[in-house]
């Protein structure tokens, strides 16, 4: 449960004012066609994150434990100060919409939007760390969807209220004490 609940909210918050969102809120606006925009998020973020799960159980078995404690700790951190960086939005990807239609487009714009993103990273080393890579992927498809559904229906009208340095600066300091719990080896985050 917990790998559940921790990957839902730090997904969620780190995709707050993320090149995906900003995608979300320019399909919506383009399109006004919430349903296969929305299916189209949900297809290409569990087959992304599928496979980000997918790596982060095999490092699992190919690291060394202590080795792997350390790697985690410090890409923890390393997303810490990711999540702090504003990301932008390629032209590129939102080309794709003429040729293949609202799902279409949105499905492979949001797949390789999140190619080495941080919440792709994130979610192989949830999953290297806490081992059950099915909730982990759950979760941060939860999370996405809880951050780019709302994007979908409100479009870009609400966008400039939502107050995008906070809402970075508390997904960083999640990813922070991951890092720090993870590099002093503690087994269990939160405790219930």
Known sequence: ???????????????????????????????KKPLPIILGILAATLVNHGLAGALGAWITTAVNPEVLRWVLGFSFIGMAVWTLIPDKMDEEETATVKKFGVFGATLITFFLAEMGDKTQIATVAMAAHFGTPILVVLGTTIGMLIADVPAVFLGGKFASKIPMKLVHTVAAIVFAVLG???????????KF
């Open 180 to 190: 720090v719990v993870t590099l002093l080896g503690s087994g269990s985050i939160l």
């Open 1 to 31: 449960m917990e790998a559940l609940l921790v990957s839902i909210g730090v997904v969620a918050l780190a995709e707050i004012g993320d090149k995906t969102q900003l995608l979300a809120f320019v399909l919506a606006a383009r399109f």
